[in-house]
């Protein structure tokens, strides 16, 4: 794991650095201008928290079936991160539709459903902290519905009329503006393995604690 | 582990008998009754959810009420709230009785399907919340003056199909949360995120039926959305309930 | 510990550039008129001074994101060093055990 840090953290870092520059230099949307530039952040940071669930769903099935306790550890970290990067893009969505829109929040099928699944992250790390022992199983059920919620949130937008923006318009982007959401988006994802990485880190390192403990006492 | 073991021979033993797979049915069935007939003797849960259910419903309508008449678009949300919320109490108060004598490790011990277990227990559950909407809906419809008959079959449905995929989830983590601390409070918790998809589907289907100018394909197809997500969770609850109760 | 603190440096001073960088090239994009570049024309007719102004939303959302990974980062830091802490308290306490 240690091996994977290095070169992630140098993609990171470089595409995070080039990023500005490379959103500086995009164009101006015709109808919204300046505040759509908020696109390079809000739309990989939702593919960030994705990713994240994605991870999760898929580190709780494992242990739920498989009993792999490992991969408890990883779906904690996977459940963390999503609530981090939903937050970034429920934060940075209203900024936007705030000038787009002319309302901060809208009850359509996308906001709302997105606001749902990151709920239920809030709910995944709310038991887990409060739930006691006993608690993963249960938490790695709740992933499950969590990461099931994914392809409902993505597909959202192209089956209900919503106000919010349909998933063709990023696969139509001109070049100019494909470029940047490019490097955002390997920003976003490689930072997102990154932090992955760290956080599972710590939670082995807990888990090395919780042992130890336990040779203590006997 | 010593438990495993039993529940390993047990359903070694079930293999062996051809009729085995017939009795998942009368499993379930027979875990149903048993809670039917404990309810029945005491009427506990029925009682007291029905109570809170009305209650709710008349603090929401007080809540929109404007000049002496309850708001009449409010009727349909404020019917799926009180069942909603009167739901998970009684969610609550149901495994509370296997919690108290640890009767729900003992079935989970006996050489029986663990899905049928829970098909038992979601039945049982169904058939509470079916007493406590046929009393409260037409108390809705008193309230609010909303034409519940005119379209009763499809109402009855669309109160079915949300019902369902609010109480499987609601099965699910209610009997997993049996030995978790604060399960009270993390009940709602885990549960409404999840069952807020099916009460919103249940609320717009519910309002167009309650409309002056009745939208009947719209009604049929905020059903058919529930019936969507009724199979996506019950079969995501049929397949985790066995590995999540494990010890 | 000393191997985080070197991985959390080389962190840190590629995001407080681009950070930096960010702030700048808003507050740059902010002063200039929003003039659109050839070929793209402005659809509405509106006057710039009636509509809400989108340089703080666009400022704000891009500070939300970065305090939002750093204060996470942060708190991953604290939290590995508390355990840190405690499995060397736990590793000693057990090393004194073992002696005796």
């Known amino acids: 794991m240690k091996k994977r840090f290095a070169p992630l953290l140098i993609l990171t870092a470089a595409a995070f650095a080039y990023a500005p520059l490379a959103i500086q230099r995009a164009p101006y949307e015709s109808t919204m201008g300046l505040v759509q530039k908020i696109f390079y952040f809000h739309v990989p940071s939702w593919m960030a928290m994705f990713l994240a669930a994605t991870v999760c769903g898929i580190a709780s099935a494992i242990f739920l079936f498989a009993g792999r306790k490992s991969y408890d550890r990883i779906a904690v970290a996977g459940a963390e991160l999503s609530v981090v990067f939903g937050l970034i893009g429920l934060i940075t969505g209203p900024l936007w539709g705030r000038k787009a829109w002319g309302v901060w929040w809208q ?14 992250f809030v709910a995944y790390l709310l038991l887990r902290k409060y739930g006691g022992s006993g608690s993963e199983k249960l938490s790695a059920v709740l992933a499950l519905f969590g990461m099931a919620n994914v392809p409902f949130v993505y597909l ?25 959401f490019l490097v955002c988006a390997l920003a976003f994802v490689s930072l997102c393995a990154l932090m992955l990485l760290t956080r599972v880190q710590l939670e082995n390192r807990r888990a090395e604690l919780d042992e130890l403990f336990l040779a203590l006492e006997d | 582990m010593a438990s495993e073991s039993v529940v390993a021979s047990g359903d070694r033993a079930m293999r062996s008998a051809p009729a085995a797979r017939s009795s998942f049915l009368a499993t379930a069935w027979l875990i149903t009754r048993k809670d039917l007939v404990i309810e029945f003797r005491s009427r506990e849960v029925v009682y007291t ?19 002496g008449v309850a708001a009449q678009d409010a009727a349909a949300g404020i019917l799926w709230i009180a069942i909603a919320f009167s739901g998970t109490l009684a969610l609550g108060r149901a495994f509370e009785r296997e919690r108290q004598n640890d009767t729900l490790r003992a079935l989970m011990l006996t050489p029986v399907d663990r899905p049928a277990v829970y098909i038992g227990k979601l039945a049982g559950v169904l058939a509470l919340l079916a007493v406590v909407e046929a009393i409260v809906t037409p108390l809705v419809a008193l309230m609010f003056g909303a034409p519940v008959l005119d379209h009763a079959l499809l109402l009855a449905a669309l109160l079915a199909a949300g019902t369902i995929g609010f109480a499987a989830v609601g099965t699910l983590f209610a009997a997993m949360l049996i030995r978790a601390r604060s399960r009270d409070v993390l009940l709602p918790i885990l549960l409404y995120p999840i069952t807020i998809p099916v009460i919103i589907a249940g609320v717009r289907g519910t309002g167009v039926l309650f409309q002056a100018d009745v939208d009947l394909p719209m009604a049929r197809l905020w059903l058919s959305i529930l019936v969507f997500f009724d199979l996506v969770f019950v079969t995501l609850a049929l397949w985790t309930f066995e590995p999540a109760m494990k010890e | 510990m000393r191997k985080w603190h070197r991985s959390f440096s080389f962190f840190l001073l590629p995001f407080s550039l681009s950070l930096a960088l960010t702030v700048f090239g808003a507050t740059v994009c902010a002063q200039q008129p929003p003039q659109a570049p050839d070929g793209f024309v402005p659809a509405d007719q509106l006057k710039p001074q009636e509509q809400l102004p989108a340089a703080p939303l666009v400022i704000a959302a891009y500070a939300v994101a970065w305090v939002a990974v750093f204060g996470y980062l942060w708190s991953i830091w604290n939290r590995l060093g508390r355990v840190e802490r405690d499995l060397q308290d736990v590793s000693r306490r057990q090393a004194a055990g073992e002696r005796r």
């Open chain 2, 49 to 67: 959810t029905l109570f809170f259910a009305v209650s709710c419903v008349l603090v929401f309508a007080f809540s929109f009420v404007k000049e």
């Open chain 1, 156 to 180: 959202s937008v192209n089956i209900w009329r919503t106000v919010h923006p349909k998933t063709s318009v990023v696969m139509t982007l001109e070049p100019d503006m494909g470029r940047p």
């Open chain 1, 107 to 120: 009850w359509d099928a996308r906001l709302t459903s997105a606001l749902v699944m990151w709920l239920i």
